[in-house]
């Protein structure tokens, strides 16, 4: 064996192992499924503003539309929180969708105000794909490093508002004054990815006007459990 073909597999070794452990800890993400219009839901939306506080977790608060019929309709619901809601109903054998639900990393569900159990889910420590987002001449830059355990995955763009304040006049939280933390205002899939080294550019003014934050997901397709997270302020 000569010596510069000892000195390319020394290489390769030390690539392949930097890629191998390219992994890095990442945010529990915890997505609550919330509505105005339920009276259960106020103590999981106060829950999720503790959680918010947190820089190992990333909290979302996804209102669903299902129950302005009661009186009141909700200023924040989205047909896409509906959607990704019936997604991990099906994934975790629901008969039906629910709320206050709060999904963690995709793989499990509690009721919303479930605080004790919800709190041992997240004292797991989980590595994922490295996932970084950054701001660049008014475009939000996505960037994933290489992450070859990967199975093919969606890159999904989710902008957010940090924190509203909502005085409700009908329905089943008449006259009461909500608080409210990172309420998804947009939810968007920018692409596939399949471990490879890759970025994606999102223009700032693409994105609704009163979102403060966005937060983006890497996910297997299907909705499987997330491997990859990554938030960051727009202003």
Same mark, same amino acid.
């Given at each position: ?10 290489? $390769? ?16 993400? =915890? ?13 999981? #939306?106060?829950? =999720?503003?503790?959680?918010? !506080?947190?820089?190992? =977790? ?10 302005? #019929? ?12 509906? !959607? ?10 629901r008969s039906s ?11 499990? #569900?509690?009721?919303?105000s479930a605080a ?12 994922? $794909? ?36 909502? =005085? ?6 008449a006259g009461r ?46 909705? $499987? ?11």
């Amino acid at each position: 064996m000569t010596r510069s073909f000892r000195q390319y597999l020394a290489l $390769a070794a030390m690539l392949c192992c930097a890629a191998v452990t390219n992994a890095e800890p990442r945010p529990i993400v =915890v997505e609550l499924f919330t509505s105005q219009g339920c009276s259960s839901c106020p103590p999981a #939306d106060a829950y =999720v503003g503790k959680l918010s !506080a947190r820089s190992d =977790v990333l909290a979302l608060s996804f209102h669903v539309d299902y129950w302005d #019929d009661l009186g009141w309709r909700d200023r924040f619901a989205l047909p896409q929180s509906v !959607a990704r809601q019936s997604i991990y109903a099906r994934n975790l054998g629901r008969s039906s969708v629910y709320t206050p639900q709060l999904v963690v990393d995709g793989r499990e #569900d509690y009721v919303g105000s479930a605080a004790k159990a919800i709190a041992r889910a997240l004292n797991e420590n989980r590595d994922g $794909a490295p996932v970084k987002v950054s701001l660049r001449h008014a475009e939000v830059l996505i960037e994933l490093g290489a992450y070859p355990s990967a199975t093919p995955s969606e890159v999904v763009l989710i902008a957010y508002l940090r924190h509203a304040v909502s =005085v409700i006049g009908r329905g089943e939280n008449a006259g009461r004054t909500l608080e409210e933390f990172n309420i998804v205002r947009a939810i968007r899939t920018l692409g596939s990815w399949r471990g490879q080294a890759q970025s994606f550019n999102v223009s700032m003014s693409s994105l609704p006007s009163d979102a403060t934050d966005v937060a983006v997901l890497v996910q297997p397709y299907g909705q $499987a459990p997330i491997i990859g997270a990554a938030a960051h302020a727009l202003r």
